[in-house]
Structure formats: structure tokens, C-alpha cells
């Protein structure tokens, strides 16, 4: 793999070694246009340097557009943790991880992603004020599936006026994939309104109390199991599991109108996008509808305040009903619109500002 080239999209890539802790990092900052680099750090078991650069290359990547999309003073960036979740992590590790994040003076912001807690970050943040998401008894704003959970549906209710000429939830079938921390709520939510739902877990559990509830209110649940998921006559399919799940394999099994749900990357590929606009179903860009997590810890830059964050989440709706407006007016998929739309606004801010700046560092200081 050519590292440079792979890199130059990027504005800086950190190699962080620590012999003490074993701590093995990478930290990608794609763009800072917008605002200091932020972005979650992911800690997997990574075969080689070589995959872990290109995973942190391309969400870094994704950071940028998805801060773009959301309207918050943040650019894109990422960071992974070379090692096993459940053997090599250690308070030292994180401390040291958290030096390193300090070290980039503000130009980088971290917080939990997939196999890491918020947990993880509280000794992080013994070494910098730069982590944000975690719990409020260490100045976080908390769980971040709440907001997220409330962008879908925002998301959901643009996608049904788009298709069926009404917002509104009742009285349709969604297929939920996942009923993990953010699907839950949409389940929830989604059968408070009216509607009836197809569900997939792994865990039984997850699913049950999606059942009880779907009694409490006289609603009607569904559990399907594995592929089935994709193949249901729903109205709209909502993954709020895990990626990929949009391609080859399953694109022909979809027999619903929309897609919609919290999952990031769900195309395999942007080809993917155009194959759904050929059989007529209405995707909405993964990263403009989940993006009420980010929304969250992005507002930590200041005074935590719930409000403006359901409230910023709100925008969801209306970006997203831009965005359906402008992929039909110029004739593009919505994934092509969304980027565009991202691109153009970094764009705006590039020539009202282009001189490299540092941005403001946080109100709050909770160094323990
Ligand atoms: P979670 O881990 O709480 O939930 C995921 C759920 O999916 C689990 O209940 C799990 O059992 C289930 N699952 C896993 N494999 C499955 C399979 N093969 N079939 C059916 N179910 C399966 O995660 P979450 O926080 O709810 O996030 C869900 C998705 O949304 C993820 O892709 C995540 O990256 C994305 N997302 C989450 C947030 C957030 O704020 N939590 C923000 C943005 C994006």
C-alpha cells in the first residue's frame, strides 16, 4: 500500500507508540475547516498496521463530511487502537493514549466508538480535555443513543413525506434491524405512534422488551430471523445494527419504499446508492440521519444544554428533505446530493477562512 498517497486527502496522520502501556494508535485528522478534528477511537484487533490505517483513513474521512452535514464546529478525524477489546485494555493504555490526543493541542477532540466505553475515556481525560461523551458525572452530556435515536425518526418522518406524501408514523410497517441501544428507542417510539413493526436481534432479550411494550399498546411485532429481515413487505427498513448492509447479496431480496435507519455505512459501495434509485427505493444517507450522537458531543464545546441538542437534532428534517429535493432536481442519487452538499458547505468556510486557525477549546476543565 502507497501510505502517502493514501494519506493526502489528510491533513496530519499520528503514529502513537508506547512501549509501557502497548499502546499502538493511529490518529487520523482528514479536515479542519470546519472546526478541530472530532471523532470517536475505535479499539480492535487489526490483522495489520497496514488495515488499520486504511479503516482510520476512511472514517477520519467520513468524520468530515458527517460534522459538515450536522452544521457542527468540528472537522473530521478518527482514531484506532491496535488490540484486543477484551485483553489489552488497561487504565495506563488510555492515560497514555490520552497524552498523545493532548500533545495535538486542541486540534483533535476523541471519544467512545466500537470497542471502547465511556469508561475508557475517563482516563483518557486525565491527560487532556479533549474527550467528549463521556457519563455526566465526569462533564459529559452522557448516552449519546438518545439524540441518535431521535435524529432516525426526524429522518423517518422526512423519508414518509417523500414517499407517502404525509411525515407521519402511524399506520405503516418498519423491518428494525437491531434493537441494540438505539433501535430499542426507535422500536419503542415507532409503535408509541402507531405504527407496526418486523423485528431482528441476536439477543432475545433486546427483543422481549420490544414485545412487551408492542402488548402494552395493542401493536403488532413480527421476529424474523437473520436474512429475513431484508426480504419482509414493510414500508420502510430501518438498520440500526451494522454496516454493509445494502449490496450485491441483499439489494434485490428489498421489497420496501425507503430506507432509513441509525447503522453508519450501510451502502457496501456508492454504487449501491444508484441501484436503490433504480428499484425505487428512497435511501436517506446513513450520516446526515445518525447523526444526533455527534450533534451531542459536539455541543460539549460549550454549556451542556439538552435543549439545543434536540433541538439541533431537529434540523435533521429539514436537511434531509433538502437533500431528497436536490438529488431529484439534479437528477442524482441522495448519497451523491449529501456529499455535495457537505463539500460545498467546507467549501464556504474555505474562503471566508483560509488561514489555519485553532479553534475554541472547551468552557469546561474537569481534569481529576
Ligand atoms: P448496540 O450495540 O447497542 O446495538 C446493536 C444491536 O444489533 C444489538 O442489540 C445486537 O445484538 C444487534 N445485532 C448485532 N448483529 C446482529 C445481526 N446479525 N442481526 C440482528 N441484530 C444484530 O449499538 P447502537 O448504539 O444501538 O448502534 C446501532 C448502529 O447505529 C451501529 O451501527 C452504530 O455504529 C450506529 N450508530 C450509533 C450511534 C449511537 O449514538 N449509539 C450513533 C451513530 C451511529
Same mark, same amino acid.
Given at each position: 500500500m502507497d501510505i502517502f498517497s493514501l494519506m493526502s486527502e489528510h491533513e496530519q496522520v499520528i503514529f502513537c507508540n508506547d512501549?509501557?502501556?502497548?499502546?499502538?494508535?493511529?490518529?487520523?485528522?482528514?479536515?479542519?475547516?470546519?472546526?478541530?478534528?472530532?471523532? &470517536?477511537?475505535?479499539m480492535q484487533p487489526y490483522k495489520t498496521v497496514d488495515d488499520a490505517l486504511f479503516d482510520v483513513l476512511r472514517l477520519s474521512k467520513g468524520m468530515t463530511y458527517k460534522c459538515a452535514a450536522a452544521d457542527v464546529d468540528f472537522g473530521g478525524g478518527k482514531a484506532v487502537i491496535i488490540g484486543d477489546p477484551q485483553k489489552d485494555k488497561t487504565p495506563e493504555l488510555f492515560r497514555a493514549f490520552g497524552q498523545f490526543v493532548e500533545s495535538l493541542n486542541g486540534r483533535f477532540y476523541t471519544g467512545t466508538d466500537m470497542g471502547t466505553?465511556?469508561?475508557d475515556f475517563v482516563h483518557a481525560l486525565k491527560e487532556t480535555n479533549c474527550i467528549v461523551g463521556v457519563s455526566e458525572e465526569y462533564g459529559g452530556s452522557g448516552d449519546s443513543s438518545v439524540p441518535t435515536a431521535l435524529g432516525v425518526i426526524y429522518g423517518i418522518q422526512a423519508t414518509n413525506q417523500v414517499v407517502f406524501g404525509s411525515d407521519g408514523l402511524a399506520g405503516k410497517t418498519y423491518a428494525i434491524q &437491531?434493537?441494540?441501544?438505539? &433501535?430499542? #428507542?426507535?422500536?419503542?417510539?415507532?409503535?408509541? +405512534? &402507531?405504527a407496526d413493526l418486523y423485528v431482528c436481534d441476536l439477543n432475545d432479550e433486546a427483543i422481549q422488551k420490544v414485545i412487551l411494550r408492542a402488548k402494552e399498546l395493542g401493536a403488532? =411485532?413480527?421476529?424474523?430471523?437473520?436474512? +429475513?429481515?431484508? #426480504?419482509?413487505?414493510?414500508? =420502510? %427498513?430501518?438498520?440500526?445494527?451494522?454496516?454493509?448492509v445494502v449490496?450485491?447479496?441483499?439489494?434485490? /431480496?428489498?421489497? =420496501?419504499?425507503?430506507? =432509513?435507519?441509525?447503522?453508519?455505512?450501510?451502502?457496501?459501495?456508492i454504487r449501491h446508492g444508484k441501484m436503490l434509485q433504480n428499484k425505487g427505493i428512497l435511501y436517506a444517507p446513513d450520516y446526515i440521519v445518525n447523526a444526533g450522537g455527534l450533534i451531542q458531543v459536539a455541543d460539549e464545546l460549550y454549556e451542556p444544554n439538552k435543549e439545543r441538542v434536540l433541538q439541533k437534532t431537529k434540523g435533521i428534517y429539514t436537511t434531509l428533505l433538502?437533500?431528497?429535493?436536490?438529488?431529484?432536481?439534479?437528477?442524482?442519487?441522495?448519497?451523491?446530493?449529501?456529499?455535495? %452538499?457537505? +463539500?460545498?458547505?467546507?467549501? /464556504?468556510?474555505?474562503?471566508?477562512?483560509? %488561514?489555519?486557525?485553532? #479553534?475554541?477549546?472547551? #468552557?469546561?476543565?474537569i481534569r481529576l
Open positions: 512501549e509501557k502501556t502497548g499502546l499502538k494508535a493511529i490518529i487520523a485528522i482528514h479536515n479542519t475547516t470546519l472546526g478541530p478534528a472530532l471523532g &470517536g477511537c475505535r466505553t465511556p469508561d &437491531g434493537l441494540g441501544k438505539v &433501535g430499542s #428507542k426507535v422500536a419503542i417510539r415507532l409503535l408509541e +405512534e &402507531g403488532t =411485532v413480527k421476529v424474523v430471523k437473520g436474512e +429475513e429481515i431484508y #426480504k419482509t413487505d414493510a414500508d =420502510v %427498513f430501518v438498520p440500526c445494527a451494522f454496516g454493509n449490496n450485491d447479496d441483499t439489494i434485490d /431480496l428489498f421489497r =420496501v419504499k425507503a430506507i =432509513v435507519g441509525s447503522a453508519n455505512n450501510q451502502l457496501l459501495d433538502n437533500i431528497y429535493k436536490e438529488a431529484e432536481n439534479e437528477r442524482m442519487t441522495t448519497v451523491e446530493a449529501a456529499n455535495r %452538499f457537505c +463539500e460545498q458547505r467546507i467549501e /464556504l468556510r474555505k474562503s471566508r477562512n483560509n %488561514f489555519f486557525t485553532h #479553534k475554541k477549546r472547551p #468552557k469546561w476543565d
